[in-house]
């Protein structure tokens, strides 16, 4: 995060500033159905051979500092947003999205270069973006 910057990316996922409270059209709680897919609380099983367990309800952003390891990691997915509620803030359209991730496959070398894909409520698995339509 940049000193002085309260527009910088990183620090607009974790300060809020209000406008994430504004209900947006399309938005949900639920975008990709996850909560029918819980057979108990703490507990999601979305996909055949895996199952996530919640260990706390606390804020997304220690979970994905928690998450991160000091390695090389290459990138194998770029996902979508969930149109979660309170998050139509951070949409970007899906022809921006198309746009930028076409410019960065220019720019990288295949095997660097991610899969852009999107969950879609009762699909088996996550569905890649077509980025020529």
Known sequence: MRRRAPNDPLLRQVLPLGDGDSPAPGFTADPVGDLALAPQAGVLHKYCGRALVVATGACAVHTNHAQEIEADVLPYYLHMLDLVERA??????????????????????????????REVPGAPAKVGVDLWK
């Open 88 to 117: 139509a803030h951070f949409e970007v359209s899906d022809k921006e999205t198309k746009n930028l991730h076409r410019q960065l496959m220019a720019r990288l070398p295949g095997y660097l270069f991610p899969r852009l894909l």
